[in-house]
């Protein structure tokens, strides 16, 4: 049964030495919280993770979607795109912003998800690799989990889900070569005829809908 449509408030996450807005959304009765680390050149704004987030809503996972770059940041790297590459800072902001999660009262206790898009599931993993008590699962939707590195895949605790375009065949490639690394529990969901943003119909739902049983199966048992 679809819940009722929560409420998302605008929060500001102190974490890696900067100051970052975010938009947190919480269900009645939560099973547990997902971080979105957004890809290259994106922010909490986009469009495809603001659809996979509210189809996690009505299955009663709560979500934070959050700026990895300060706005200063996000208009040098529209310059550069250097930043966006930058699998440190976005692993240390992410870092932070699962520590951030710990002191607010109405998601402390929560089992964490993390949902990483293009270079943001570098970044997720890099999180999971240092936070591997507080972080339940992980989903990478069309990611690059390469650019973790084969030493951070490897302390990967948290199950691990990785889905990609049938059709994005260079990405395909990567996820396999990231996933041999991976110790832990781990899949590769291939999405038939998708290319890289899932922009064919019905495909991005596939995605939320794989995102949201990962999430649900693993985010309980904690």
Known sequence: ????????AEVVIEAGGAVLEGTLT???????????AHGSGSSRFSSRNR??????NSGGLA????????AEEQ???????????????????LVGTVD?????????????????????????LRAAAE???????????????DLAGDEALARVKAPTLLIVGGEDRAVIGMNRAAAAHLRC??????????THLFEEPGALEQVARLARQWFLRHLGSR
């Open 1 to 8: 049964m679809e819940r009722r449509k929560p409420h998302p």
């Open 26 to 36: 919480l269900p009645e009765k939560s099973n547990g919280i997902i971080v979105f």
């Open 51 to 56: 659809f996979v987030a509210g189809y996690l």
């Open 63 to 70: 979500t934070l979607l959050f700026d990895l770059l300060t």
């Open 75 to 93: 208009r040098i790297d529209e310059w550069t795109r250097e930043l966006r590459f930058d699998i440190d800072l976005l692993g240390r902001r």
């Open 100 to 124: 951030w999660l710990q002191t607010r009262d109405e998601v402390a206790d929560m089992a964490v998800g993390l949902f990483g898009a293009s270079t943001g599931a570098a970044a997720a």
């Open 131 to 145: 936070r591997p008590q507080r972080i339940a699962a992980v989903v990478s939707r069309g990611g690059r989990p």
């Open 185 to 194: 529990e781990h899949s590769l969901e291939i999405v038939p005829g998708a």
